[in-house]
Each structure stands twice: as C-alpha cells, then as structure tokens.
C-alpha cells in the first residue's frame, strides 16, 4: 500500500495515509517536482502512462511524486527520478508552493510541492509503468502552448510552469 505524508500549510507532518484515500478526501500532503534542463536549456518532459490513477497520457515536468513517511524529501526526490526516467544527478532545492486541482474522476491533488531541478544530458531510460514517452522541449514553445493548448498537459504543470519558468528567466539573466 503505498501512503502520502499529510501536512499542514507550513510542511509540517501530520500523519501518514493511503494515497488513494488522500486523494479522495483532498488532503494536504507532501510532494516534489523536478525539472530536469538540458545544456541547449531545453526541459524534460514525461508523457504519464496512459494507465496512471489519473492524468494519464498528458505531459508533465521530468518527474513528480510523494515522499514516504520519514524519508527526506531531496532523497525521495532522487529515487523516483532514477525509477521513472532512469536518471541519476544531483538536484536542488529552488522553491514550493502549495496548489489544489481536482480531475473528472474525483480525485483531488492537495499538495505541498517542492520543486527541484537538475542538469542533464543523459537520455532517459523510462519506466513503462509510469511514462509513455518523453521530448526535450524549449521553454518559450512550451509557455505557447500551455497558453494555448494546456489541455495537453497535467493540472499542476499548467500551475508549477509559471513559476519554473520565472525562475528560469531569472537564472537565465544572472
């Protein structure tokens, strides 16, 4: 049975439950996601297995998930990454938020997500389970679509983009 850490607004654990029923309820709970950039500057994206408990077959960040009850988040962080893509790198911490969307199957996604990011060149060595496919994208073709088309993405890309992609304007300009 896999569970999710319940947290309040400030990151603080709660508890430990089913992540389905976590779900169901809409609940506060613990998250990451990683942005993996090329050296061109491009952005990893995953195509989520059409058989994912929801959002399946729309495109997302390079990885995200939940940690478990006591691990730390960076290493959580780092072990999906290598168990969805294949990748191993180091990964930094560069901001969170917290966001709430609910998809046509009831479920509901509550999380307090921590956004991290990588470098890397490796090409990914996916995880069928989990992604169906995956593209290198640039940021400014990616920030169109989603103004146009964001239907073809995953609910908490369209929120997390924004604001990965002010940070990365920033880091471009330093």
Known sequence: METVVLVDENDVAINAMEKIEAHQKGLLHRAFSIFVFNTKGELLLQQRALTKYHSGGLW?????????????????????LKEEMGIELTLTKV????????????????EFDHVFVGYSDIKPDINVNEVANYAYRNMEAIKQVIETNSEFYTE?????FPKIYDWWKKKKLS
């Open 60 to 80: 997302t960040n390079t990885c995200c998930s939940h940690p478990r009850w006591g691990e730390e988040i960076e290493n959580a962080a780092k072990r999906r």
């Open 95 to 110: 901001f969170d938020f917290i966001y709430e969307a609910t998809f046509s199957n009831g479920l509901t996604e509550h």
């Open 156 to 160: 908490w890309f369209v929120i997390a």
